[in-house]
């Protein structure tokens, strides 16, 4: 069995800027396919961050690249999400996802039905 918890979700400004943890509870260190979700009212849940922690390997979506950021804590099993110049359509609720993937091609282009584990969210507010 594998838990992943988010927490870092918050009201900022527009322009400001956010962290976001994901920790798991197993080592993360390798063969983990981390994925960052978001999904606000009456829209779809969309990938907006992939690592594959074996590599550090990751893959960001155009409406965030330049703006998010991944990184990782393998001491801790965690995961950080770094959201800078943070716009209102930001605002969703945040999901951290994992699964255990052999290839980093296998995790980068996942679907979002390859995620195994979700954490419950943690809310970002994002006001102009």
């Known amino acids: 069995q594998v838990q992943v918890v988010e927490s870092g979700g918050g009201s900022v400004q527009a322009g400001g800027s956010l962290r976001l943890s994901c920790t798991a509870s197993?080592?993360?260190?390798?063969?983990?396919?981390m994925g960052w979700f978001r999904q606000a009212p009456g829209k779809e849940r969309e990938r907006v961050a992939v690592?594959?922690?074996?590599?550090?390997?990751?893959w960001y979506p155009d409406f965030v690249k330049g703006r998010f950021s991944l990184s990782q804590d393998n001491g801790k099993n965690t995961v950080y999400l770094q959201m800078n110049r943070l716009k209102p359509e930001d605002t969703a609720m945040y999901y951290c996802?994992?699964?255990?993937?052999?290839?980093?091609?296998?995790?980068?282009?996942?679907?979002?039905?390859?995620?195994?584990?979700w954490g419950p969210g943690t809310q970002v507010t994002v006001s102009s």
């Open positions: 690592v594959y922690t074996s590599t550090r390997s990751a």
């Open positions: 996802a994992a699964f255990f993937s052999d290839n980093v091609g296998g995790c980068l282009v996942a679907a979002e039905n390859d995620y195994n584990y």
């Open positions: 197993v080592d993360i260190s390798s063969r983990k396919c």
